[in-house]
């Protein structure tokens, strides 16, 4: 099975040319694997994809994230040998998500959206970020069957194919009637996690929502937030198999580049890569909108029924 999306090639060399102060050389490193990861990703559309074990037969993995994650761990401990990395596939084979030090790490998903890969539809990234001090300062995400390349670094600014994004407040509304709203059903299928996710939609749909939107990869969600193809993603609302630190590493770090506000779905306390869900959207405004519904409509459950880190 092959995507439907003709592929057109742009030149990427523009990344040399933005001049970016801090993090030249991890951006220059991080791009080259991520359009080498796409490479792989445009030819393996529509792969076999078997399962993780322990996960229920949910999260699917293909031979190309494995290949992918090697690439890209190879290409990183090369360049920077003191660095740290964590992988999606090689901590789903450790068991676990190692917690992210203070120190450098890389934090990869060599193919974020899966399943959408196995079925040859053409919503499905490449996410290369780098977090220092617990907080990611780079991220690169490549859309290998738009050809976009999205690179942004905190405090100098995020870039989609050379055009620099403008500040997320610009133009974006802060009321959910004229807000389109990205988020995900995910792999909840209890009786009582379903009628959680019944219970947040109805309340945004209550209040006049203007547009919901299900892509099926975070990563490629919070790429189109930092770039105004929308105005809020909320994710992580199901308790099963909720987002890790390679969901959120590279697209918070476009976020934080170009002002987005990501908060927790339930906690009042700051998001963190730890963090199980997230209410993130161009105006704070919103941010403050959406978490308030998401907390009205969860208000009677009771916490274990929640997601430990929402």
């Given amino acids: 099975m092959q995507t439907m999306v003709a ?74 040998p003191s660095h740290d990395i964590i992988g999606e596939e090689s901590s789903a084979a450790a068991g676990g998500v190692p917690a992210v030090e203070a120190r450098p790490t890389w934090i990869i998903d060599p193919i974020d959206g899966t399943q959408n890969f196995c079925h040859g539809m053409p919503e499905s990234v490449v996410s290369i970020g780098l977090a220092v001090g617990g907080l990611p300062e780079l991220g690169v995400i490549y859309d290998p069957y ?46 009582q996690g379903s009628a959680r996710l019944a219970a947040v939609y109805r309340a945004l749909l209550d209040r006049n929502v203007f547009a919901f939107r299900i892509v099926g990869s975070t990563v490629l969600s919070l790429a189109w937030l930092a770039s105004g193809r929308c105005d809020a993603v909320i994710m992580g609302v199901g308790k099963r198999d909720t987002p890790k630190a390679w969901d959120w590493c590279a697209g918070w770090a476009l976020g934080r580049a170009t002002g987005c506000t990501f908060r927790r779905l339930i906690s009042d306390r700051p998001f963190a890569l730890a963090s199980s869900s997230v209410c993130a959207a161009r105006r704070e405004a919103l941010a403050e909108v959406l978490q308030a519904s998401v907390r009205e409509a969860v208000a009677d459950l009771p916490m274990d029924e929640l997601p430990s880190e929402a």
């Fill in 7 to 80: 592929f057109t090639s742009r030149d990427h060399s523009w990344v040399g040319t933005v001049g970016f102060r801090s993090f030249a050389q991890e951006v220059d490193v991080a791009v080259g694997l991520a359009l080498k990861c796409g490479e792989n990703m445009r030819a393996t559309a529509g792969a076999a994809a078997l399962f993780k074990d322990g996960d229920d037969g949910i999260d699917p993995q293909t031979a190309t994230d494995l290949e992918n994650e090697r690439l890209v761990t190879a290409g990183l401990r090369e360049a920077f």
């Fill in 146 to 191: 738009r050809d976009d390349l999205y690179v942004g670094v905190v405090e100098e600014g995020a870039y989609l194919n050379g055009r620099r994004l403008p500040p997320a407040d610009e133009g974006a509304p802060d009321q959910l009637d004229r807000s389109v709203v990205l988020s995900d059903l995910g792999y909840e299928r209890s009786a």
